[in-house]
């Protein structure tokens, strides 16, 4: 993984010194409550409903045991004892108190973190696959371009006031996993001609108040103009972007009012202007960040050791385990191991700081000291031998983390909502546990098998509703919580939008609407058919007449 230089580290240095002396200065009267906010907000600091919450940085999802042991060590003497893994990969803290910022700053930098462009209207943290590097159906490492990419946004004096935030992914597996065509921004590798790898380039995709699929901008770029051509792109939405109304502020609204053939020929004519210029990419600084992520010290090693055929066989739970979190290696004698965060009883996303030290030895001893986290909330170990599968889950069993239920209905994203957020119109952790109770028989979700269940308190959408196979957005309606159901919505490939099925809900009847979906769903399947397949095949309407059907 990238490991920070001088300038990084005195770059860090600085801002911190910085943000302390501005932190004292707003605590002792002499800086305004909205002269303070900015300064905050750049460092990754906002105020909640209850209590200011810190958002930590972590590019691409990437950490070391070091840099996770760290975070423990924060959760337990700054906080309440645990943090919230995030959509964007990254992790936040709800109870910090603003006097402690600056040294939880500085617990970060040393060890190579921050909080810097987790907030304010800058290009946020790159996201990425969670099997970056280790999947069988890439096409190339896609970490390297996100650490270029990291390079060249982290205060960037251009972009550093955008209009509003923006959000960028990159993808270089075949089958999408990082939610890549609703960023503001969407990068795919891509094999060109003579085979050579190049991205396609979306943008104006986004979720929240107007969720929106990207459009192409590039169908094909060479490596070296990646970063002129992403330049390209925000040096037009700076400048056309909407600035008098935030909820029109973002590059998707400024896509679809200039529409996409005038806003392509824009970027085009910006791109000519500086693609041979000095943010041309070398041979050279490709390869400087593709050191950074080179190939683990793998062992030969045969697939499907005798050790491991050995307790499929005879043990059920781990047998269990295996089918549903284990992912397919591109080395031979490898997997990739899913630990889901997503135990009933506990929010979805929370780990405790115990669980954060715990995951910290488990990455020491059986995978290269390294873990990512997944857009979806929960934490990789992409290097396991399949020889220590049955330790590992042995493990993660005894601190009751080995549930097996990687992409199925209990798996929920959500995000922290009513009961933390200032901005969110309903609580959404009640409505994931009420799901997670009501289905909470494992045989019953292997039947009904892939299903994305997502869940945001508001229409800003941090639980990514929009795209969930059954999305859920909690609603004010009067004064009271309700919740709105979307159904078809997907993030991979073929990524959709939900469509609403009709009026809102309360909360108490969530969990028997959810299942009366997955009734229609059982009932409707082929054989093999996941739910947003059949749902494709048979539309909106059968569900929507079986759920506001009238009792006889």
Not at 308 to 319: A, C, P, V, Y
Request: glycine share 6%; aromatic share 10%.
């Amino acid at each position: 993984m990238y490991r920070y230089d001088q300038y990084d580290h005195q770059m860090l240095s600085d801002r911190v010194k910085q943000f302390r002396d501005q932190t004292e200065r707003y605590l002792s009267g002499k800086l305004s409550e909205a002269e303070y906010l900015p300064l905050r907000l750049q460092n990754g600091l906002y105020v909640q409903r209850l209590a200011p919450m810190l958002r930590v940085a972590v590019p691409y999802g990437l950490l070391s045991s070091n840099q996770l042991r760290k975070l423990a060590f924060i959760s337990n003497h700054y906080d309440k004892g645990y943090g919230h893994l995030t959509t964007r990969q990254n992790i936040q803290f709800n109870w910090p108190a603003i006097e402690d910022v600056p040294d939880i700053l500085q617990d970060l930098a040393d060890v190579e973190m921050h909080a810097i462009q987790t907030s304010g209207n800058c290009i946020r943290n790159t996201t990425t696959d969670q099997f970056a590097g280790v999947s069988p159906d890439e096409i190339e490492d896609s970490r390297p371009y996100c650490e270029l990419i990291r390079q060249w946004s982290s205060f960037h004096p251009e972009f550093a006031y955008l209009p509003r935030k923006f959000k960028i992914a990159v993808c270089g597996t075949l089958t999408d996993q990082a939610a890549t065509q609703v960023h503001d921004i969407g990068i795919y590798l891509k094999a060109g001609p003579e085979n050579k790898i190049g991205f396609q380039i979306l943008a104006g995709g986004g979720l929240g108040r107007t969720p929106m699929i990207g459009k192409e901008i590039f169908d094909f770029v060479e490596r070296r103009h990646l970063l002129t051509a992403l330049e390209a792109i925000l040096r037009v939405y700076n400048r056309l972007g909407r600035r008098d109304n935030k909820y029109k502020a973002r590059i998707k609204i400024l896509v679809k009012e200039t529409g996409i053939d005038q806003f392509k020929n824009l970027v085009v004519q910006e791109w000519n202007q500086i693609k041979d210029g000095p943010l041309t990419l070398t041979e050279d600084e490709i390869t400087r960040c593709k050191n950074y992520f080179l190939e683990a010290n793998y062992e030969e090693l045969e697939d499907h050791p005798k050790i491991l055929k050995s307790e499929l066989d005879s043990n059920l739970l781990f047998n269990a385990w295996f089918t549903q979190n284990i992912r397919q290696h591109k080395k031979a004698g490898y997997s990739i191991v899913t630990i889901c965060f997503k135990q009933t009883g506990s929010a979805p996303g929370d780990i405790t700081d115990s669980q954060l030290e715990f995951v910290a030895d488990l990455a020491d001893e059986y995978s290269f000291g390294e873990v990512r986290i997944t857009h979806h909330q929960n934490i990789v170990l992409a290097d396991v031998k399949q020889s220590d599968l049955p330790s590992v889950w042995q493990k993660l069993n005894s601190k009751s983390l080995s549930v097996a239920n990687l992409s199925l209905l209990s798996d929920v994203i959500c995000c922290p909502g009513g009961d933390f957020c200032a901005l969110a119109n309903a609580k959404s952790l009640p409505i994931a546990e009420s799901i997670q109770r009501k289905f909470s028989d494992e045989n019953f979700l292997r039947d009904v098998g892939e299903l994305r269940v997502n869940i945001s308190g508001c229409m800003n959408a941090c639980g990514h509703h929009h795209v969930g196979n059954i999305g859920i957005l909690g609603v004010d309606k009067k004064g009271e919580e309700f919740y709105q159901i979307s159904l078809g919505g997907s993030s991979k490939n073929k990524a959709s939008i939900g469509k609403i099925i009709g009026p809102a809900f309360s909360e108490q009847e969530i969990p028997e609407i959810i299942d009366k979906i997955i009734n229609i769903y059982r009932a409707s399947r082929n054989k093999g058919e996941t739910f947003i397949e059949t749902y494709n095949r048979i539309g909106l309407e059968p569900f929507k007449e079986y759920v506001y059907a009238k009792p006889d």
